[in-house]
């Protein structure tokens, strides 16, 4: 049964369904009712809910997994309700309505800071770069479009006491694609970014992200660079009470960020400029103000520590005298006039403040703006567009100021476009199924919107009044202007309003206003209201960052060159404001919405704990309730005739198992045979519509009791047939059984009989053979009587015979034994007389023979051995043998040199003749010769056909190289030597630079070298005279000095002789003459103690003398 549940594959939102899917069909429809549903949906780890086509998000606070590759492939091309609820299928309907139908489409994520907007909106970029086109380029746009959100998240967002990763802009992504589905590129739009965190943080919340994790992350090296220390404590604007976030490692996020950056195309120029001034704007907060009063008792502030102040622009570049007066006077420009004043601490620590908050946001707009340079599409054809809106919900806090007020306006635009697009989208579908339309009553926050934006009396309106009023103007005269005019507005209160029922309302203070928004009232603290609007920074300010040196800072101070000076007051924050919302607003309306509605189910971040008033409290400002009732107030449940034909035909007869006709017509069919009322449903185009879900409620009930019923059917089919099969398979298995057997049988009773006819026919044959061999002994014994009886008879005639020739021959016999008698004593009588004449000389040669014998068998136990080195020989025995002793001492040498030739290979007789040949030449006539001997001759030392240094110079010789070696070149000018490479081949010797390796220097046939000079001494220096009036005489004669000499001379003498058949002349004196060019030089040898120790030296003595140094032996 495990098995078959893992494979149960869900049709229908209805199937397995834990609570209401589909919060249209929840009945009874109560807030009571909606809130249980959801908890009884989270407690089962269900976090999404429909909405019709609108997804309610319940944050986990945990890791599920509902995220998978394979969750990705199951809701790919699926119906938005086949499938249980999931972020998913909004994702993959949005997506193919872009893809197949050509409509744009936008996403909006709302929900208060914790509710899981980010995860949320990473969750539907993650889902549409799994499911659009693959290839490299592709692949590269999908990566940078994902690799911006850590990007931004760093930036942007920050630790509030609801949310470890809390949002603190607004974020509008438009990712554009190509006509086949494939993205190309993207736009992010931000809003409101909260820059008043970067000076001031609440109790319990941290700074923006990025400062603690380049204060974690950063290497000691770049923390030195940016002139920061990696303790928190020593800044002051980032707050110590929840400086780390449990479970986060801001060393590892900042690691991150930089590959982000890098992949998003950032250069590491400006990464680091982006740091550098994210480090300005920590070393900012430490900038401290002192008081000074001047003559005209004036107070006016100074810097405390310039320090801080020195490192902040060696930072930005920036001249400290010019920030410093930034911070200590003010330049009021009007008209052509100039009035500069001083300023007191409080706006000294004002200035600094609004630096580091317009510094800080200029930054993170240049951030944004770099970011969809890097990800903008390259091409200019027609796109399509899905957007992306992750953007503050709406926001309730025990103080409300400026910011929570543009935020609610802008939800409140935003649930205003939210109504006319569900009603608009429910209107389109009626009339294109051909369903009457009637009109639906719903709450019109429009005349809030108009309270808030009307250009004449509406809220924002006045507050920009105020801010550009001359005189003097405060919170309060705002909040008095506020009172004259809005007070007959049915969704203002003030206590300070015309309207008496305020009045003795305690909850309302004298410094608040409150709205009553479509998701409840509002509070409103007015103290603020007019600075944060204003969003003032004094221009010398602004004109002393445009001063900076440093390029990025430079560039988001535009407004501080003094050639651009416009005097006109720039925009106020809330007016900004409007204009993107409006801007937002209408490029929403041109898309097809899709929404997510967030919500957080507990305070404490916990997972597995709902709180029922919290998750109230986000149902109501999310206007959910009023979601289902204007997708309800018509018909609460739709679907294709085919889907809801092939889900309910099991109820009837006529339709089940298959309908032949068209769809519509069997679910006529259906609902007729199953008396539903004609007013609960109605027919349209290609969909059924019923009105109460009580209908669909009924029509599920029905069928679950059906499928019971059905699977019973099945069930039974399946035993009879189980039991049908078991019973053929016994009965096919007794046939096969019985068959086996009978055939076991006859085998084992014809075996018996052939077994006993066997022994029967054995017994016969046997008989048989025993009578014919009864008949062939006696045949046999007759022939034998009659042999024997012949035999005797010719034995005994054969015995008589050799009696008789016995006889004859033993008379012969003895004739011839009395002969030879006779015989012998003749030859004896002869012999004794022979031997008294010779037995001196026969004993003498026997003698003889006999010495000889024993010699040569002693000379065979005593041999040497069969080197050819050894000259030992057994001495002589006697004196006699002298001349055949020294011959067999010859011969046996003789023999032993043959022998050990003939163990030599054709190589190493070459090299025993270049030996014996070195002999020669040099034996008993130069003194470094015997150290030579033990050497072997190896000829290329340099390996040429090897080393890949000398692979030029290898290929510049064409004949085989007989010697190759470093050798120094005596130059004649001071008696130093330079290396070169000597190589020796069969017709020439050449010299090459050794330090490049392949430049040839010199190269001289051998038949026009005349003759080689030396010394008798121990050293390696030789002379290499070349036939005057050839091309090689052109540069004289070589002098050069080598280690090997006794080869090189050698192998030279041996070439020149294989190739002119004359042998080069060796001249061996210890003073011979040189010819340089035109000139003759002396080189003579002198025996002494050289400096450089056992090496000999060369000196020039003169210009026709070189003196060569040769260690004493």
Not at 384 to 399: P, R, S
Not at 805 to 810: C, F, G, I, T, V
């Amino acid at each position: 049964m495990g098995d078959m549940s893992k494979m149960e594959v869900k049709t229908s939102l209805l199937d397995n369904m834990i609570g209401v899917g589909d919060m249209v069909l929840l009945e009874p429809l109560t807030e009571k009712s909606f809130i249980e549903n959801l908890r009884k949906r989270f407690n089962h780890n269900e976090i999404y809910t429909y909405i019709g086509s609108v997804v309610i998000s319940i944050n986990p606070y945990r890791s599920l997994p509902i995220y998978t590759p394979d969750k990705v492939e199951e809701y790919r091309n699926r119906n938005f309700y086949e499938l249980s609820p999931h972020i998913y299928a909004l994702a993959d309907e949005a997506y193919r309505s872009l893809r197949d139908q050509d409509k744009d489409q936008c996403i909006l994520i709302t929900g208060e800071s914790g509710a899981g907007k980010t995860e949320a909106s990473k969750l539907v970029m993650s889902y549409v770069a799994a499911v659009c086109g693959k290839g490299a380029e592709v692949n590269q746009v999908k990566e940078q479009l994902l690799q911006s959100n850590p990007v931004l998240e760093a930036f942007g967002n920050a630790k509030t006491v609801r949310n470890d990763n809390s949002s603190r802009f607004g974020k509008y992504m438009d990712i554009e694609f190509d006509f086949k589905g494939d993205p190309l590129g993207g736009v992010i739009s931000n809003y409101l970014l909260e820059k008043s965190r970067v000076v001031k943080q609440p109790r319990g919340e941290r700074n923006f992200h990025i400062f603690y994790q380049l204060l974690s992350g950063a290497s000691e090296d770049m923390l030195k660079k940016l002139k920061l220390e990696r303790d928190f404590s020593k800044y002051n604007y980032l707050s110590l009470d929840s400086a780390t976030v449990t479970g986060v490692d801001d060393a590892s996020c900042f690691r991150t960020v930089k590959n982000a950056m890098q992949i998003v195309g950032f250069m590491d120029d400006e990464t680091q400029s982006v740091l550098e001034l994210v480090g300005a704007v920590l070393k900012l907060g430490n900038i401290e103000f002192k008081p000074e009063s001047r003559v005209n008792e004036v107070d006016e502030s100074r810097v405390k520590d310039k320090n801080e102040l020195k490192e902040i622009c060696e930072l930005l570049g920036i001249d400290q005298s010019v920030l410093e007066r930034a911070f200590s006077f003010r330049t009021v420009e009007a008209k052509q006039e100039k009035v500069s004043t001083t300023l007191n601490v409080a706006q000294a620590y004002y200035a600094r403040d609004a630096l580091a908050k317009n510094l800080y946001s200029r930054l993170f707009t240049w951030l944004v703006n770099r970011i969809n340079e890097s990800i903008k599409a390259q091409t200019k054809k027609r796109k399509k567009v899905m957007g992306v809106l992750d953007i503050y919900g709406f926001e309730i806090f025990e103080e409300n100021s400026f910011e929570q007020f543009i935020i609610n306006y802008c939800n409140e635009k935003l649930q205003q476009i939210f109504i006319e697009l569900t009603l608009k989208e429910e209107q389109e579908e009626y009339i294109r199924e051909g369903i009457e339309w009637t009109h639906i009553e719903y709450f019109n926050n429009s005349v809030i919107c108009d309270l808030i934006e009307n250009n004449t009396n509406g809220i924002m309106a006045m507050l920009d009044e105020e801010c550009l009023r001359p005189g003097t103007v405060t919170d309060s005269t705002f909040l008095e202007k506020l009172n004259q005019i809005c007070a007959d507005h049915q969704h203002f209160e003030s206590r300070m309003s015309k309207s008496s029922k305020f009045l003795n309302d305690h909850s309302l203070p004298h410094n608040c206003f409150r709205i009553q928004h479509y998701a409840g009232k509002v509070l409103y603290h007015v103290d603020g209201f007019v600075d944060k609007n204003n969003d003032l920074l004094y221009r010398d300010l602004s004109q002393a960052m445009w001063k900076a040196n440093h390029s990025l800072i430079k560039s988001l101070f535009p407004d501080g060159n003094p050639a651009k000076i416009n005097l006109k007051r720039p925009p106020t924050a809330g007016s900004q404001f409007k204009a993107s919302v409006a801007t937002l607003m209408k490029n929403l309306q041109t898309k097809n919405p899709n929404y997510i509605r967030c919500i957080k189910p507990n305070d404490q971040k916990a997972s597995h704990i709902f709180t029922d008033s919290l998750v109230c409290h986000q149902v109501r400002y999310l206007g959910l309730m009023e979601n289902v009732r204007v997708r309800r107030a018509g018909y609460a449940f739709r679907q294709p005739y085919e889907a809801c034909l092939e889900r309910y035909k099991m109820l009837c007869k006529q339709t089940w198992p298959h309908w032949r006709g068209q769809a519509r017509d069997g679910v006529e069919v259906l609902l007729k045979d199953l008396q539903i009322p004609a007013e609960e449903y109605s027919y349209g185009r290609s969909k059924i519509f019923i009105r109460n879900p009580r209908t669909l409620f009924s029509l599920e009930e029905q069928r679950k009791r059906r499928l019971h019923g059905l699977a019973t059917l099945i069930q039974k089919i399946f035993r009879g047939w189980k039991a049908r099969t078991h019973f053929l398979l016994m009965k096919s298995s007794q046939v096969t059984v019985a068959a086996w057997y009978r055939r076991y049988a006859q085998q084992k009773k014809y075996k018996k009989t052939k077994s006993s006819a066997v022994i029967v026919q054995s017994f016969i044959r046997g008989w048989k053979a025993r009578k014919i061999l009864r008949e062939l002994k006696y045949q046999k014994r007759c022939k034998e009587a009659v042999t024997t009886i012949g035999a005797y008879w010719h034995g005994t005639q054969a015995r008589r015979e050799l009696k008789r020739l016995k006889e004859e021959a033993r008379c012969k016999h003895a004739v011839d034994v009395i002969w030879a008698y006779w015989l012998g004593l003749k030859v004896r009588r002869e012999y004794r007389k022979f031997f008294r004449a010779h037995a001196g000389k026969r004993i003498y040669e026997f003698t003889i023979q006999r010495i000889i014998q024993k010699y040569f068998l002693e000379l065979k136990n005593k041999m040497p051995s069969m080197s050819p080195c050894d000259k030992t020989w057994p001495a002589r025995p006697y004196l006699f043998l002298d001349s055949t002793h020294k011959e067999l001492r010859r011969i046996f040498h003789l023999w032993t040199c043959k022998k050990y030739r003939g163990q030599f290979t054709d190589q190493k007789k070459a090299i025993y003749k270049e030996k014996l040949e070195a002999s020669e030449i040099f034996k008993d006539k130069k003194a470094l010769y015997p150290s030579s001997v033990g050497q072997p001759f190896q000829g290329d030392y340099l390996e040429i056909n090897k080393n890949p240094r000398y692979q030029k110079l290898n290929s510049l010789v064409e004949e085989k190289i007989i010697f190759a070696d470093i050798v120094n070149k005596i130059n004649r000018a001071n008696g130093k030597g330079a290396q070169r490479i000597f190589l020796l081949t069969k017709n020439k010797f050449m010299l090459a630079d050794q330090k490049s390796g392949h430049q040839v220097k010199s190269i001289v046939p051998l038949a026009e070298l005349t003759s080689v000079s030396m010394s008798a001494q121990s050293d390696g220096f030789f002379a290499l005279r070349v036939k005057e009036g050839t091309t090689a005489a052109a540069k004289g004669d070589f002098l050069l000095n080598s280690e090997r000499i006794i080869e090189i001379i050698t192998k030279l003498h041996r070439a020149g002789l294989d190739l002119t058949k004359e042998k080069i002349q060796i001249e061996i004196t210890d003073e011979f003459l040189v010819q340089f060019k035109q000139d003759k030089v002396c080189v003579k040898f002198i025996q002494s103690n050289p400096k450089n120790g056992t090496m000999a030296s060369c000196k020039r003595k003169n210009n026709r003398l070189l003196e060569v140094t040769v260690p004493s032996p």
